[in-house]
């Protein structure tokens, strides 16, 4: 990909020869809330992903609590693509969640015209996992985001108050549900 440009647009080089430009869309959250999901399942080619199996080195480290049947995670990144026109290419890239894993935020966060913010409603210690995530976010680049509520028909009203303060969300950013798959 080329360097981003002043609006965070860069060009992608077609076989024919010509540059479309492309956007680049982080997906983003905590471990086990649907990110590389999400990734593969809007992506219009084959995802690249860096999963690795889980070990028990990940016993007491990774909570498991809520996806007990994972067993792998992203130990770098997710890539995707999408067209959205025969001008528009736009690049997801999927972060790994885990704390250990944040010096690639930043990494993977650069040029980024925005950003979703994924959590898992079935399991609410997402919303803190996702506060850590988001203050990084807020610290490094200052785009726009909306809040991606995986597997939910929507929240109640008190479920949807609970993660708008505990991520401390202004009133102008959107938290919409969604179904990673």
């Known amino acids: ?95 790994p969640g885990q704390e250990r894993f944040d010096f690639m935020w930043e990494i993977l966060g650069e040029g980024m015209l925005g950003y979703v913010l994924l959590v898992d409603s079935t399991r609410p210690a997402t919303f803190t996992e996702a506060l850590g995530i988001l203050d990084a976010f807020r610290t490094m680049a200052r785009v726009p985001f909306v809040v991606a509520v995986n597997r939910a028909q929507g929240l109640d009203p008190a479920g949807e108050e609970r993660l708008r303060q505990t991520l401390r969300l202004d009133a102008g950013v959107p938290s919409v549900p969604c179904d990673a798959t």
Do not use: C, Q
């Open 1 to 95: 990909m080329a360097s981003a440009s002043p609006d965070r647009a860069t060009a992608a080089s077609e076989p024919s020869g010509l540059r479309i430009p492309s956007v680049k869309i982080l997906v983003a959250g905590g471990f086990g809330v649907g990110k590389t999901t999400m990734v593969g399942s809007i992506s219009e080619i084959r995802p690249l992903h860096t999963e690795e199996v889980l070990t028990e080195l990940s016993i007491g480290v990774d909570n498991l609590t809520g996806v007990e049947s994972k067993t792998t995670t992203t130990v770098a990144l997710d890539f995707g693509r999408i067209t959205l026109s025969p001008e528009l290419i736009l690049y997801l890239f999927g972060t």
